[in-house]
């Protein structure tokens, strides 16, 4: 049973720290999706990636946040520095083809907490 | 005006009853429509995509109503398994979907 896997499961760190998440999709996906979700504001895409090139990263704080997908099995996701609003939980999904309608595969989430 | 709107609920119903949610979705040009369930502290799965025509999966019934932007979801003979947040998603583009904050369901015994 093929699953989107992400590490870690939980992040405590303090206001300004480093935080970089990490999401191996489904083998053979060829698109990657970094979304975060808050009780306010609910499931927002923050990053878009196909074939490993980002298409899409308007959902996300340029000045703070970056993503990148150094190959086909690894995407990750890095705060710096990070600050209490980020406190969410991080999910990456991914998708065969990125196409119409397609179903996005979600991994378990980051659940993280900036103090 | 949110792109996509869900009553938040919670909805709480005894075991066996029938539920209904409806969402609402601003875009005209919209052209996927689901339904994802996502269990407490646990990820979106999708449940079900929901046609022009219609679509039923066992106990799940979801309906798309173009003209006036909305989308259902039923659910008959509810289970506590059932018991969940659901998710309405819209699609516009090839790949964005836009995600409802859903509806949370307490199936009470």
């Known amino acids: 049973d093929a699953r989107v896997t992400q590490t870690p499961r939980d992040k405590v760190t303090e206001m300004g720290q480093e935080v970089t998440m990490r999401c191996q999709p489904i083998l053979g996906h060829n698109t990657v999706f970094w979304y975060r979700q808050t009780m306010m504001q609910g499931l927002e895409l923050l990053a878009y990636?196909?074939?490993?090139?980002?298409?899409?990263d308007s959902g996300m704080p340029k000045d703070r946040f970056s993503a990148e997908m150094p190959d086909a099995t690894l995407a990750t996701l890095k705060i710096q520095p990070s600050e209490p609003r980020d406190s969410a939980v991080y999910f990456c999904?991914?998708?065969?083809?990125?196409?119409?309608?397609?179903?996005?595969?979600f991994g378990p989430g980051t659940r993280l907490l900036v103090l | 005006r949110k792109e996509v709107e869900q009553d938040p609920g919670p909805f709480n119903v005894p075991e066996g009853a029938t539920v209904a949610f409806n969402c609402t979705y601003s875009n005209s040009a919209s052209q996927s429509f689901f339904w994802y369930r996502q269990d407490c502290r646990k990820e979106p799965k999708l449940l079900m995509s929901v046609y022009s025509s219609g679509n039923e999966d066992g106990r799940f019934t979801a309906q798309l109503n173009r003209a006036s932007q909305y989308i259902s979801l039923l659910i008959r003979d509810s289970k506590l398994s059932d018991s969940a947040t659901y998710l309405c998603v819209v699609g516009a583009g090839s790949y964005q979907l836009t995600f409802g904050k859903g509806t949370k369901l307490s199936v009470i015994p």
């Open positions: 999904a991914s998708g065969r083809t990125g196409g119409f309608g397609e179903t996005q595969y």
């Open positions: 990636f196909r074939n490993r090139a980002p298409l899409d």
